[in-house]
C-alpha cells in the first residue's frame, strides 16, 4: 500500500509564511506528477500547484509569486513554501500523487489526510 502524510499545517498570522510537506511511504516504484490541493469550508476544492516528476511546475493564478512547489525524489517528498499568506489561502491543504508500485508499475492515485492552514490575525 502507499500513503501519503502532511504535515506544516498550523495557524499563521497574514503576511506569514508555512512550509508544507507531504511524504510518499510504500511500496513505490516511481513517483510521477505531484499536486497540492485545497478546500475552503463551503468551497469547491481546488488545484494550488503541481509538479512533474522533471521539476516542471505550474501554479493557480492565486498563488503565483507567493507559493512555491518543490520535490525531493530520493525522499519521495513534495513540499509547499507558503509565503505573504492571505486569510482567503485559509483552507484545509491536501498533497496529491501519481504513485506506481513495485508488481503493479501502473499509475495510480494517491491522497494525503490533509492538514489545516489557518492564516488570521
Known amino acids: 500500500q502507499v500513503q501519503l502524510v502532511e504535515s506544516g499545517g498550523g495557524l499563521v498570522q497574514p503576511g506569514g509564511s508555512l512550509r508544507l510537506s507531504c511524504a510518499a511511504s510504500?511500496?513505490?516504484?516511481?513517483?510521477?506528477?505531484m499536486e497540492w490541493y485545497r478546500q475552503a469550508p463551503g468551497k469547491e476544492r481546488e488545484l494550488v500547484a503541481t509538479?512533474?516528476?522533471?521539476?516542471?511546475?505550474n501554479y493557480a493564478d492565486s498563488v503565483k509569486g507567493r507559493f512555491i512547489i518543490s520535490r525531493d525524489n530520493a525522499k519521495n517528498t513534495v513540499y509547499l513554501q507558503m509565503n505573504s499568506l492571505k486569510p482567503e489561502d485559509t483552507a484545509v491543504y491536501y498533497c496529491?500523487?501519481?504513485?506506481?508500485?513495485?508488481?503493479?508499475?501502473?499509475?495510480?492515485?494517491?491522497w494525503g489526510q490533509g492538514t489545516q492552514v489557518t492564516v488570521s490575525s
Open positions: 496529491h500523487a501519481d504513485v506506481a508500485r513495485y508488481g503493479s508499475y501502473r499509475y495510480y492515485a494517491y
Open positions: 510504500g511500496s513505490i516504484f516511481s513517483i510521477g506528477a
Open positions: 509538479i512533474a516528476s522533471g521539476g516542471s511546475t
